[in-house]
């Protein structure tokens, strides 16, 4: 079963910073669209957040442009959220996996909290 490995989260103040990381299987990274993903809204499949192609085109939810970027690093096999200006309505657990998920690859995530 592969390991995707979410970390980065935490508790931070509205308006501060984040960056999120995750570390994919080579086997995996190299072929694939990569995706962020989170719970909200309850009671549903886990949201995406942000994308990115192999080749580095992106996109993201309209809620977070302008304040969240992915990149990937395709030597390092790391795919990364940089999250800014975080609202209370960002704390979730954070996901990665392909674009489209596969639910095989679902890890743990990583929490975060966004709050005074």
């Known amino acids: 079963q592969p390991q995707l490995v979410e970390s980065g989260g935490g508790l931070v103040q509205p308006g501060g910073s984040l960056t999120l990381s995750c570390v994919v299987p080579r086997s995996i990274f190299d072929i694939s669209t990569m995706g962020w993903y989170r719970r909200a809204p309850v009671g549903t499949e886990r949201e995406l957040v942000a994308y990115i192609t192999t080749d580095k085109r992106s996109n993201s939810l309209d809620s977070v442009k302008g304040r969240f970027t992915v990149y990937r690093d395709n030597a390092e096999r790391t795919l990364y959220l940089v999250m800014k200006d975080l609202k209370p309505e960002d704390t979730d657990v954070y996901y990665c996996?392909?674009?489209?998920?596969?639910?095989?690859?679902w890890g743990q995530g990583t929490q975060v909290t966004v709050s005074s």
């Open positions: 996996n392909t674009y489209p998920p596969n639910t095989r690859y």
